[in-house]
């Protein structure tokens, strides 16, 4: 059981870093058409999110896995709840759907 929560931990925590990272730069058109809810947003407010969905990801592993300060790791994943909470809410005031189109080949939202 141990070895399930930190494989879900550690995929939880990549996940989150490279979101946050993505955040952190420009990836291009087809990227901004992918992403609309960045034209909400300051370019300062985004790095801000970006730099949550980091620190986040690494406090959901770091902490608990070195043994310094694990009490962390649940106020880690905590935020990231909390994060996760807003994010829900932006979508939903630009009237998105629950799926979201992740290949802009489809046509549509899958």
Avoid: C
């Avoid at 946050?20 to 370019?43: M, N, T, W």
């Amino acid at each position: 059981m141990d070895a399930i929560l930190w494989i879900l931990q550690i995929l939880l925590a990549v996940a989150f870093v490279v979101s946050g990272l993505g955040k952190f730069a420009d990836l291009g058109p087809r990227f901004r058409e992918q992403q609309a809810y960045r034209e909400d947003f300051s370019p300062a407010q985004l790095r801000a999110v970006g730099a949550l969905e980091v620190l986040g990801g690494a406090g959901v592993v770091l902490p608990w896995a070195t043994g310094v300060a694990p009490i962390l790791t649940p106020l880690a994943a905590a935020g990231l709840g909390l994060l996760m909470i807003g994010a829900a809410l932006v979508h939903r005031r630009r009237k998105e759907g629950i799926a979201v189109n992740l290949d802009s080949s489809a046509g549509g939202a899958v």
